[in-house]
T-cell receptor, first 110, second 113 residues
Framework: EDQVTQSPEALRLQEGESSSLNCSYTVSGLRGLFWYRQDPGKGPEFLFT???AGEEKEKERLKATLTKKESFLHITAPKPEDSATYLC???????????FGAGTQVVVTP | IAGITQAPTSQILAAGRRMTLRCTQDMRHNAMYWYRQDLGLGLRLIHY???????GKGEVPDGYSVSRANTDDFPLTLASAVPSQTSVYFC????????????FGPGTRLTVL
């Protein structure tokens, strides 16, 4: 059965303390893996798309990487404004639609 | 500003009542989606539409219906609301079918009593 699992569920960081979020997936024929950021009371906001193992994407303090079984979202020297819930989603060739993980809630304190 | 709008922002509804959640996008995206988001369960797909005139069932379609009469609008109807449909509902759209990233609306918070 296709699954998307994110860990940890919650992460509390001090400002400047780098860390990584994990998104592991089991899917036959990955078409794409997507990362989103969601602020409280708002809809998810697109961050990255990764299509093949070894691919990396960067945006400001965020860097996403992809292997055949998981993706990491690295947050380098985070700031309080990086506090949000980070969601990953996978899309398989066979069903085309997105399947989301439950998310990692990140809190960055000054 | 281009994007997706949803209405209402929030609603409290008595069980058994009919309710339509509205979603409109002005990006001319072919594909549109409805998700519900519940604590600990993440986003779950209710229904989707790859193009105007077609719809499909997602992971949790029971109790919900959709229509896609034109490119811009994708309403979600609860024919007879039940308390388990209390959730936050998000509409999303993507260009060129489902291959590209999705853009989300601000959500509708629905409480069924």
């Amino acid at each position: 059965e296709d699954q998307v699992t994110q860990s940890p569920e919650a992460l509390r960081l001090q400002e400047g303390e780098s860390s990584s979020l994990n998104c592991s997936y089991t899917v036959s024929g990955l078409r794409g893996l997507f990362w989103y950021r969601q602020d409280p009371g708002k809809g998810p906001e697109f961050l990255f798309t990764l299509y093949s193992a070894g691919e990396e994407k960067e945006k400001e303090r965020l860097k996403a990487t992809l292997t055949k079984k998981e993706s990491f979202l690295h947050i380098t020297a985070p700031k309080p404004e990086d506090s949000a819930t980070y969601l990953c989603a996978v899309q398989a060739h066979s069903w085309g639609k997105f399947q989301f993980g439950a998310g990692t809630q990140v809190v960055v304190t000054p | 500003i281009a994007g997706i709008t949803q209405a209402p922002t929030s609603q409290i509804l008595a069980a058994g009542r009919r309710m339509t959640l509205r979603c409109t996008q002005d990006m001319r995206h072919n594909a549109m989606y409805w998700y519900r988001q519940d604590l600990g369960l993440g986003l779950r797909l209710i229904h989707y539409s790859n193009t105007a005139g077609t719809t499909g069932k997602g992971e949790v379609p029971d109790g919900y219906s959709v229509s896609r009469a034109n490119t811009d609008d994708f309403p979600l109807t609860l024919a007879s609301a039940v308390p388990s449909q209390t959730s936050v509902y998000f509409c999303a759209s993507s260009a060129e079918g489902s291959y590209n990233e999705q853009f989300f609306g601000p959500g509708t918070r629905l409480t069924v009593l």
